[in-house]
């Protein structure tokens, strides 16, 4: 039987995941805003080939915000949407994963390329509490003029600094600052911009 790790806390496991703190996805509330996720982008993934301009307003709908001249090419595959900002005139290339139990702001100008995964939550690395499902998540902060090169993965907490260049196929672990060329894996600096 799964220890409770939650039996002083009186919150609700959505509670404690808008929180930041650890919290079992089994809570209905969290599973209907995740249903609604995924039928507003299956929606948007429909509309957008016939019309990307009246796909716009489920995006919109989807996402906490969205910047005047941002495009979002489908499909998108979201947690929650809500959680998620895009800047103006930011590109983001098909198949993007944006996991956004906690924040993900993506700043102005930005090119997001194909296949991009930004991934905010976490698990415990001792077995135990991962057995018994425990997670939380990191914020996921990328500033303006950022391009994200094909495949880039960006881990839980990472901030990405403006105008900086992430290497095709990179796995970002840690900060990285303004105005550098980042590559590998993990990903580091290589040169200044």
Known sequence: MPT???ADDPRTNLERMLAGDLYIADDPEIARRQQNAMRLAARYQAAYPEDP???RPLLAELLDSLGAGADVRPPLYVDYGSNIAIGARTFVNYNLTALDVARITVGEDCQIGPNVQL???THPVEPEPR???LEAA???TIGNNVWLGGG???CPGVTIGDNSVIGAGAVVTKDIPANVVAVGNPARPVREL
Do not use: N, S, Y
């Open 138 to 140: 990191l914020p996921i």
């Open 53 to 55: 301009e009246a796909a």
């Open 131 to 133: 057995r018994d499902k």
């Open 4 to 6: 409770d790790h939650f």
């Open 119 to 121: 991934l905010t939550p």
């Open 152 to 154: 880039v993965i960006v």
